[in-house]
């Protein structure tokens, strides 16, 4: 009788602790990763997520609650949510020539997109300062991440980029417009050149497209590798979780493959559509934070001893004086008020905080807590 094999699982050596399996299995990359933190903002003046403040009428409550009494919720979603696409076609305005691929969330779309275009020796290029998902996700699928820093007044240094395309052939470009955590928007004519210089796709993150009065989306027929990402949250449906991807229809295939079925459930599916039939208030509400924003911006410039940015976006990015972001961002919790401290988050945003422009009486906490500090 010939000898038993030995079981190849016989020779790993069975690990000791819940570590040392961790240790075994887990990507080291991923093992030495953080993962993103949401602060518990429990009983402060919650400013530090770029969410809309403002409530929705109470008759168009009470319609949005009665329209949910017909969902089914025995049954799945439509796969493709084709009802609420036509909608976000009419609503943003994509062109008659584009595809739509939804995602929950922003982030979804970005992970569906590195997916499918990730690979040995790949690269996902982006700006730094800029949104941290681009980074983490490409961490996630194994994707080389390369950051093209800002200059120093956060606009886009497009030579650098450019050089960087040519040096690196990136899979795949990100740029923010406006960008976050600055706030600014990058000049046109260089985010062309760049588009017309990428091997790869570029995708325009028009996040915060409602207060920046300027998009892209009207050049999705003029460049088939140009695709762009906008989302509902900052419109004040941040609890829908919902992103939307326009462009070709060929790339947008391919990244349909990677998407999980039933991904927007028929809840965000119910109340997008019902949200997107009154934009009109979704506007006005939108109108009033720039204006809110405008007097919060003038209002942190008379200051002493703060630089504020100028924003197209409804954030304000500011500078505290020199070693002081932390202290002052512990003393405005300490008041009631949380912010996001940006110090840490490299090198440009030394000292740097970032405030959510909200509601009147939440500027006017914010401001008063600024004072108290006694550190502007």
Sequence with gaps: MPPMKEDASSLVPRPSSPRDRIAQWIRPEIRELS????????????????ENPYHWPEDKLDQWLELLRTAELNRYPDPHARQLKDRLREAMAVPAGSSILLGN??????????????????????????????????????????????????????????????????????????????????????????????????????????FAEDSFMSLLDEHENLLLMRTVSKMGLAGLRLGMLA??????????????????????????????????????????????????????????GLTVFSSQANFILFRAPAGKAAALFEGLKAEGVLIKNMDRAGPLLRDCLRVTVGAAAENAAFLQALVKTGLC
């Design 35 to 50: 993962a993103y933190h949401v602060p518990d903002a429990s009983g402060l003046i919650k400013l530090d997520a770029m």
């Design 105 to 210: 969330g922003s982030d979804e779309i970005i992970q569906m997109i590195v997916m499918a275009m990730s690979g040995e020796g790949r690269s996902l290029l982006s700006v730094d300062p800029g949104f941290v998902m681009y980074r983490m996700i490409a961490d996630f699928c194994g994707m080389d991440y390369v950051g093209v820093p800002l200059r120093e007044d956060f606009s886009l240094d497009a030579e650098a980029v450019l050089a960087a395309i040519e040096q690196h052939q990136p899979a795949v470009v990100f740029l923010a417009y406006p960008n976050n955590p600055t706030g600014n928007l990058f000049d046109r004519t260089d985010m062309q050149r760049i588009i017309a210089a990428a091997p790869g796709v570029v995708v325009v993150d028009e996040a915060y497209h409602a």
């Design 247 to 304: 462009g070709a229809p060929q790339w947008l295939g391919e990244f349909d493959k990677v998407r999980l079925p039933y991904n927007i459930n028929v809840l965000t599916q119910l109340s997008a559509k019902f949200a997107l039939q009154h934009v009109a208030m979704l506007d006005a509400q939108t109108q009033q934070i720039k204006q809110d924003r405008a007097e919060l911006y003038a209002q942190m410039q008379a200051l002493k």
